[in-house]
């Protein structure tokens, strides 16, 4: 029994899944004839109260997209630095959009509004402007970590007074939807722009969603094809976004508790130095300095569990649909066991 606890993104289809996928009607999505892909493309901006989504390969495609809606080249984003955008999407920014990021320090990869009014460039030829805002929720090298509300609220109207974009990568927006009791509404009435990924804690094989406003969206179809994004018959794909909306979100919070306790009795081990508060379904933790990163992965491999290291020292562990409750009670026993 090999347990992977790298990310949410390793699930794969379930029975039921594949049967939904494989009765899906589907047409030629260039042409604007697969009736599940549009399907899905409504369900989800009407859950968003957006009047735009598109339906997009990967969430790393989706951002990239939203970025050049918003950005012409030169122009800056604020973005914590903790940002999927500038540290896992292969330097997109610069590369798609010609556009660079200044950095926040905020707090497990979430700002505030201050904290975006400080970073705003000042208005002379000399800077870079700034254009857009950008944030992620729940926060990926947070920990998992869910914005609150209000914060976003008030960096909208930070957005609002200076004219800028304001973007949600909303790749685990499903955990924080769960974890928070907001609604997906709540989300869409703040931002331009939501991504919002099926392939992580939804357990789809693949696929994201652009949602947006109908003037910022006007590009998003060009811009996928210049991406390389179009889809044919995409039904296919987009049939497992409609089961995963139907059947498994609310069992999310099964995976946040399942994190919690990982959390709990890593805190309790020796050769643990500090774990960061588990909120949903991501825990990160360091090792003691004297505690090799290599000899920790190692042992657990040999117990058939996997996880990933993050750089900086810091360990993850990623609990979701595939994780059973088994699997769960083996990990726990494993790591109050582990002798380092």
Same mark, same amino acid.
């Given at each position: ?18 049967? $939904? ?44 997209? $939203? ?17 999927? *955008? #500038?540290? @896992? ?6 590369? =798609? ?22 970073? *705003? =460039?000042?208005?002379? @030829? #000399? #800077? ?19 914005? =609150? ?88 794909? $987009?049939? +497992?976004?409609?089961? +995963?909306?139907?059947? =498994? ?21 020796? #050769? ?69």
């Amino acid at each position: 029994m090999i347990i992977d606890l790298r990310s949410d993104t390793v699930t794969k289809p379930s029975k039921a899944m594949l049967e $939904a996928m494989m009765s899906a009607s589907v047409g030629d999505d260039v042409f604007g004839e697969d009736d599940t892909v549009k399907a899905l493309e409504h369900r989800i901006a009407k859950l968003f109260g957006k009047p735009k989504a598109l339906f997009f390969p990967s969430g790393t495609m989706a951002n990239q997209t $939203a970025l050049k809606l918003h950005t012409n080249p030169g122009d800056q984003i604020i973005c914590d630095k903790y940002a999927h *955008i #500038y540290n @896992y999407e292969s330097g997109g920014v610069s590369f =798609n959009s010609g556009a660079s990021c200044k950095l926040i320090d905020g707090d497990k990869g979430m700002f505030t509004a201050e904290q975006v009014m400080e970073a *705003i =460039n000042p208005n002379a @030829y #000399y #800077y870079s402007p700034t254009t857009l805002v950008e944030v992620e929720n729940t926060t990926n090298k947070g920990g998992g970590a869910c914005w =609150n509300l209000d914060e976003l609220k008030r960096i909208r109207a930070v957005c609002d007074e200076h004219g800028f974009g304001y973007h949600l990568d909303g790749a685990r927006i499903w955990n924080a939807l769960v974890e928070t009791n907001t609604k997906p509404e709540d989300y869409g009435a703040i931002f331009d722009t939501i991504s919002v990924c099926l392939s992580k804690g939804l357990g789809c094989p693949v696929g994201s969603v652009l949602i947006g406003d109908e003037d910022i969206m006007t590009h998003a179809l060009r811009y996928r094809k210049v991406f390389g994004g179009n889809m044919r018959q995409a039904g296919y794909l $987009a049939a +497992a976004g409609l089961f +995963a909306l139907d059947n =498994n979100v609310e069992r999310l919070k099964d995976d946040h508790k399942r994190a919690s306790e990982l959390g709990q009795v890593l805190q309790q081990q020796s #050769y643990i130095k500090s774990v960061v508060p588990v909120e949903t379904n991501i825990v990160i933790f360091e090792l003691h300095d004297n505690i090799s990163e290599e000899k920790f992965v190692s042992k657990l491999e040999d117990e058939n569990i996997k996880l990933i290291g993050m750089g900086g020292g810091k360990l993850r562990m990623v609990t979701h649909l595939d994780y059973t409750a088994e699997m769960h009670d083996h990990v726990l026993n494993i790591l109050n066991d582990l002798e380092i």
